[in-house]
């Protein structure tokens, strides 16, 4: 699973790196939150349960023409994000991992200072992590979860950026992603470690605010 993310990711940053653009790069560094929710459902036992997602992530940048007087742009955002999934029995699951976002930006208003633009965006990531802290089960018996996620989707985000000075830009974003996770739980005893594997599944849907300074 691991493999085939690597490859999709790769060939979907290099396809947006090599899309027509006009003016010089900029890049720098970004903060991103968003807030929304989902469900997951285990493959085997069927149990399906809802849950909150909160997120946040700090990363890296590009964009190919953040100031310049064409109407395309790409944008490029690589970045470690932490998740935090709580399910319906208010059970916390913490995960961290990588993201990378594609953004196909098109100019609504665009001046040598200012540029508003609108556009769709391809977003991937892997996440690991566990519940925090020893989960029970009906009999009342402790045991851990490990998670691994990969998850796939996109949306659409709305973006403001503002010439500083002559050397850095303000770039602000806010939009609307929706997820598909596919990965694995696995559940291990408190007491006798004995281990089980799971495939689950599901989808979160969210919305996200991103800051970015641009050089």
Do not use: C
């Not at 990531?125 to 996620?149: K, L, N």
């Not at 850095?168 to 694995?184: D, K, M, N, Q």
């Amino acid at each position: 699973m691991r493999k085939l993310f690597v490859i999709a990711m790769m060939s979907t940053v290099f396809s947006g790196i090599s899309a027509p653009r006009a003016g010089a790069f900029s890049m720098g560094p970004y903060v991103d939150i968003s807030t929304g929710s989902g469900s997951l459902e285990w493959d085997i036992s069927g149990e399906e349960f809802d849950m909150d997602m909160n997120t946040a992530a700090i990363g890296f940048t590009l964009d190919t023409a953040a100031l310049a007087p064409v109407f395309f742009n790409y944008r490029l955002n690589v970045g470690f994000e932490g998740k935090e999934l709580e399910d319906e029995f208010n059970t916390a699951l913490d995960l961290t991992g990588i993201t990378v976002e594609n953004i196909f930006g098109f100019a609504i208003t665009q001046s040598p200072y200012f540029r508003w633009w609108i556009g769709p965006f391809f977003h991937f990531g892997f996440h690991s992590g566990e519940t925090d802290g020893v989960v029970y089960d009906d009999a009342g018996i402790p045991y851990e979860m490990d998670y691994d996620f990969a998850q796939v989707g996109g949306g659409f985000v709305t973006g403001l950026n503002f010439r500083i000075n002559p050397y850095l830009i303000f770039s602000s974003s806010v939009g609307f992603r929706a997820l598909y996770l596919y990965g694995t739980g696995e559940s291990s005893s408190y007491y006798t470690r004995a281990r089980f594997d799971e495939d689950l599944e599901g989808s979160t849907e969210s919305v996200f605010l991103n800051l970015a300074i641009l050089f």
